[in-house]
C-alpha cells in the first residue's frame, strides 16, 4: 500500500470508528411521589405505567414519599437515538395535562432540560402538580437540585 492509500485507509478507519453504536453511561430514570397534607393514603398514591421502545413497565403505585428507580443503557449516536421512555401518571388529585409525557429520551434538547445529570431525568409529583426536577451545580461543584413545574393536575374522568 502506498502512502497515499495508507493515509485515507486511515481516515476511512477512524470515521467508521466514530459512527460505530457505542452505548453512553447508563442512564437512569427515577418517579418520586412527595405528595403530602393528605388526609387519605389512596389520595396521596401515584399510579404509573411506563415504556420504552422495547420494554413495558406496567403500571405500578408509588407511595407518599417513596419513588422508583430505572437504570438502563442509552444509545447516544445518530441514527439510533432511539432510547426513550414514556409515562401516564394518575393520582388522588387528577391526571398530567398531557396523557403521555416523555421522562427520558437520549435526544441531547431533552437531556440537557434534566440538568447537569444529564443522563439521569428525576421526576416528582406533589399535591399541586407534576414537576421536573433537574439537577445544577453550585459554585462548589455540588448536587442541587430545582423542580420546575411541567403540568397541573387535571380531572379528564
Not at 414537576?131 to 397541573?152: A, C, I, N, P, T
Request: proline share 3%; with cysteine; charged share 30%.
Amino acid at each position: 500500500m502506498g502512502r497515499n492509500q495508507t493515509w485515507w485507509f486511515f481516515m476511512a478507519a477512524i470515521v467508521v470508528a466514530t459512527l460505530l453504536p457505542s452505548p453512553t453511561k447508563a442512564g437512569r430514570l427515577e418517579l418520586k411521589n412527595e405528595i403530602s397534607g393528605v388526609s387519605g393514603v389512596r389520595k396521596s398514591r401515584l399510579s404509573v405505567r411506563c415504556w420504552s421502545n422495547e420494554n413495558d413497565l406496567g403500571w405500578d403505585v408509588i407511595k407518599p414519599m417513596k419513588s422508583r428507580v430505572w437504570k438502563f443503557t442509552t444509545m447516544n449516536m445518530w441514527p439510533f437515538q432511539k432510547t426513550e421512555f414514556r409515562c401516564q401518571f394518575r393520582s388522588g388529585f387528577g391526571t398530567t395535562s398531557q396523557d403521555v409525557v416523555t421522562v427520558f429520551s437520549v435526544q441531547s434538547g431533552f437531556r440537557r432540560e434534566c440538568g447537569d445529570g444529564r443522563d439521569e431525568c428525576i421526576w416528582v409529583s406533589k399535591r399541586d402538580g407534576f414537576y421536573q426536577r433537574r439537577v445544577v451545580r453550585d459554585e462548589g461543584s455540588r448536587k442541587e437540585f430545582v423542580d420546575v413545574l411541567k403540568s397541573k393536575w387535571v380531572w379528564k374522568w
